[in-house]
Structure formats: structure tokens, C-alpha cells
């Protein structure tokens, strides 16, 4: 059962951050031209692209889930297929394969703008089959990942109030220090009086 099936030409479709939940195709588009995908979520097996021209996913995430992870794309006998911001999830049995009608593999003019994927091993297989122009990799530690996702204003921000923090406790450093010394000194100037007195 696919839960989405485009057939036609001319059409945007907007799922507004909706996730899909696939148990055959999560999105299917067979015979069709010029059809325009924005903010897709698919969990499950992923899209299936057959007989088609001039098809565009703009920010698409695609995970697998327990019991469906075949394939995050299939591409069949297609041409001029692009995903710009695309993310795919760990666990898929094959990421994105393109095929001729024939079952052959063959290029398809596909291209990826900003992928994410787990490893440089996907990375390489889904270099084999698409143009990728901007990638990075998600498979990294929890804590580093947000780290590397922090926006440069609030890192700014944590950087200055670590900087100020840094010269307060100096300044409080040199302030004991300060009065110390000076009370060592009195110390030292008592002890000269009462022996001369």
C-alpha cells in the first residue's frame, strides 16, 4: 500500500512537516513531470520513482523504521530527479538506487543538494548513483552533534560570559592578593615599632 501516489504533471505538493509512516512506498510517483515535493517526512520504506522527469524533494528526512527499511529512494527509468536538503536515517538496507526499466543500474541525472547521512560508506554509495554537492555526516555522538548545531550568535554569547567570568575572578584574585600583601606589610611595620620601642 503506498500512502502517497502522484500521477501528472505540474504539481506541488506541500506536506507542512507531516511524517509518513510507509508500509509499501511512503511516496510513489510513476508517469509523471515537473512534480514538486516541500517538507516531507517519510518513516518506513521511502520513495519509488518510475517512468518520470523533473521531479524535486526540498527538505526531505527519511528513516526506517523496525519493520520496513528496504530502500530510502528507488529511481526507475527516470530522469532529472533532485533532493535539496535531504536527510536519511541509519538502518536502511539500500540507500538510493536508479535503475533502468530493465532493472539495470543506470545514471539518471539524479543530483542531492546538503545530504546528511550516518557514514562515509553511504555517502560513497549514494555518490555512486547522484550528483552530491554539499554533504555531511549524522552518526556522530549525541552531545557533539549538538554542539556542531549550536548557532554561532549563542556560541558567541557563551564565549563572552566565559571571558567575562574569566577577568571578574581575576579581578577578585588580585584583590586578595592586594590586601594580603598590604597586611603583611602592616604585620612587618608593628613588629619594627615594638622593637624600637
Do not use: W
Request: glycine share 6%.
Amino acid at each position: 500500500m503506498t500512502d502517497l501516489l502522484v500521477e501528472g504533471r505540474d504539481i506541488n505538493v506541500f506536506c507542512n512537516g507531516t511524517k509518513i509512516n510507509a508500509l509499501d512506498y511512503g511516496i510513489a510517483v510513476l508517469n509523471s513531470s515537473n512534480i514538486n515535493f516541500y517538507n516531507c517526512g517519510i518513516e518506513g520504506n521511502g520513495i519509488l520513482i518510475n517512468n518520470s522527469q523533473d521531479i524535486s524533494f526540498n527538505n526531505f528526512n527519511l528513516t526506517p523504521s523496525a519493520s520496513n527499511k528496504s530502500f530510502a529512494a528507488q529511481v526507475i527509468n527516470s530522469q532529472f530527479v533532485t533532493f535539496n536538503n535531504l536527510s536519511i536515517g541509519k538502518g536502511f538496507s539500500t540507500l538510493i538506487g536508479s535503475f533502468s526499466s530493465a532493472g539495470t543500474p543506470e545514471s539518471s541525472g539524479m543530483s542531492i543538494n546538503n545530504l546528511s547521512v550516518c557514514n562515509s560508506t553511504e555517502l560513497d554509495e549514494i555518490k555512486g548513483v547522484a550528483f552530491v554537492t554539499k554533504s555531511r555526516l549524522t552518526c556522530q555522538s549525541k552531545f557533539i552533534q549538538e554542539i556542531s548545531e549550536i548557532n554561532p550568535r549563542y556560541l558567541l554569547y557563551i564565549l563572552t560570559m566565559l571571558l567575562a567570568l574569566f577577568y571578574l575572578l581575576l579581578f577578585i584574585y588580585n584583590k586578595r592578593r592586594d590586601k594580603a600583601s598590604r597586611e603583611g606589610v602592616s604585620k612587618i611595620e608593628r613588629n619594627k615599632r615594638r622593637k624600637h620601642a
